[in-house]
């Protein structure tokens, strides 16, 4: 009695092994070619994060200017990118992003207004600010490096 219960067991036993083991050699392929593909195509930047990147440094160039007394004069950047660069995944102009885009382009160009009544500084940070501004809830990550463009 007692032997027979323990063969039917390990017949059960033998037969859920050899489930797990069809299982397995069918799962393992698909897994290992999904590995592969995706992972090479992720990780380059968007247009639109080397256009922020470029922002940054030419604002990080005011800022020491702006620190040694100078005056700046020029500004580069072809803004109306932020209208036109594509983002990356899960990105994308927003109802919020649009609300602060343009305040945003008018402050950076005010920068070099140079028949503007406002204070250099204040004209620097307020533009700053707009970056904070969009940035507190589009894309939160960069928030502590670009609080480092503010002049104290
Ligand atoms: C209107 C909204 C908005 C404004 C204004 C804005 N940003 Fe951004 N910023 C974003 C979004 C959204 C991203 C993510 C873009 C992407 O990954 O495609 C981003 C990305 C970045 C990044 C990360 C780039 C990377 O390598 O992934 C930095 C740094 C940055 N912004 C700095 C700035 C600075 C400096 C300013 C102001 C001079 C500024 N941003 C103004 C929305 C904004």
Redesign the pocket.
């Known amino acids: 009695m007692a032997y027979s219960l323990n063969n039917k067991i390990f017949a059960l036993l033998t037969l859920l092994l050899l489930c797990f083991n069809c299982k397995n050699e069918t799962e393992a392929k698909p897994t290992e070619e999904k590995k592969e593909k995706p992972e090479l195509i992720m990780h380059k930047?968007?247009?639109?994060?080397?256009f922020?990147?470029g922002?940054?440094a030419?604002?990080m160039q005011i800022k020491q200017q702006i620190i040694n007394g100078e005056i700046p004069a020029s500004m580069p950047l072809d803004l109306m990118k932020?209208h036109s660069?594509?983002?990356?995944n899960g990105?994308a102009r927003t109802p919020v992003?649009n609300s602060?885009?343009n305040v945003?382009i008018e402050s950076?160009q005010s920068v070099v207004d140079t028949l503007s009544n406002v204070e250099l500084k204040e004209r620097y940070n307020a533009?700053?600010n707009?970056?904070l501004?969009?940035?507190k809830t589009?894309?939160t990550?960069?928030i502590p490096?670009?609080k480092k463009?503010l002049i104290q």
């Open positions: 930047p968007s247009e639109m994060a080397n922020m990147n922002m940054y030419y604002n932020l660069a594509e983002m990356s990105h992003w602060f885009v945003f950076q533009t700053i707009n970056c501004a969009c940035h589009e894309c990550g960069p490096k670009i463009l």
